[in-house]
């Protein structure tokens, strides 16, 4: 009906995400519930969520009462994906301007067009560089580079 493989069915009931009841022929039998859980679930993928996340965080319908606490956590855990989601968009934004200005390079270089890919790449440097920690010289244990 979702196009959800089997296999993924039977995974999904494996590690409890999605637990079915099962008909007299222990077939899965999937409620209205189980199927909007499933619609849920593959929205939540789409969004990049891992299964780990859904499972661990997302368990509103199944509660008989909502818990603030709870409600309070999941908006901090939303929170705090949507900030690593919008770090991810600016990370492919340059990587997009850097595969722009690449292909304007290659496609009439000259050397205006090499000096703006050069000056991009020194950026994309800097920043790969901020993002890791500083090696000193003790940490290579003696061996110098």
């Not at 496609?107 to 790969?128: C, G, K, P, T, W």
Request: glycine content about 4%.
């Amino acid at each position: 009906m979702l196009g959800i493989p089997k296999d993924t069915l039977r995974y999904y009931d494996r590690i409890g995400i999605v637990t079915p009841s099962r008909g007299h022929n222990s077939y899965r039998k999937y409620s209205r519930d189980d199927i909007v859980d499933l619609m849920n679930i593959q929205i939540m993928q789409y969004a990049d969520f891992s299964l780990e996340e859904i499972k661990g965080k997302f368990q509103f319908h199944r509660m008989q009462s909502v818990d603030p606490a709870y409600c309070e956590e999941v908006a901090e855990f939303l929170g705090t994906k949507k900030a690593e989601t919008l770090k991810k968009m600016a990370h492919l934004e340059k990587v997009s301007r850097l595969l722009d200005v690449a292909i304007k390079t290659l496609m009439d270089f000259n050397h205006e067009s090499d000096q703006q890919l050069a000056v991009l790449v020194r950026e994309i440097y800097r920043d790969l560089q901020k993002k890791e920690p500083e090696i000193t010289k003790g940490d290579c244990d003696g061996h110098q580079h």
